[in-house]
């Protein structure tokens, strides 16, 4: 099946800094957007960030601007949402997700059809 595999998740103290991985080799980024995505418990998806080849990355979310990058690993689908000063509130597991350049709307989720599993991230206070 094809899909995105997130990795680098876990359990931090707040102020802490993490990073989180998304293997997405079976994806052409000339093809497809990358997007990064969390849900924490109880309350409903948000869009974090996306990255397409052609334009960057963009943050989705008011209030990781200022302190989470979304980033590709040279010469790899591998694409990086590096977290810095967490809180409690970045609490959630954390997706990524492909969709066709053309087909897809990443900030709302949209035509987003290949999703990874997802990868915990936990802060504490």
């Known amino acids: 099946q094809l899909q995105p595999v997130e990795s680098g998740g876990g359990l931090v103290h707040a102020g802490s800094s993490l990073r989180l991985s998304c293997d997405a080799s079976?994806?052409?980024?000339?093809?497809?957007?990358i997007g990064w995505f969390r849900q924490a418990p109880g309350k409903e998806r948000e869009g974090v960030s996306c990255?397409?080849?052609?334009?960057?990355?963009?943050n989705i979310l008011d209030s990781v601007k200022d302190r989470f990058v979304t980033s590709r690993d040279n010469g790899k689908n591998i694409i990086y949402l590096e977290m810095s000063d967490l809180t409690p509130e970045d609490t959630a597991t954390y997706y990524c997700?492909?969709?066709?350049?053309?087909?897809?709307?990443?900030?709302?989720?949209?035509?987003?059809?290949?999703w990874g599993k997802g990868t915990l991230v936990t802060v504490s206070s």
């Open positions: 997700a492909a969709g066709g350049l053309t087909s897809s709307w990443c900030p709302t989720g949209h035509g987003m059809n290949y």
């Open positions: 990255f397409a080849a052609s334009g960057g990355s963009q």
């Open positions: 079976g994806f052409s980024l000339d093809y497809y957007v």
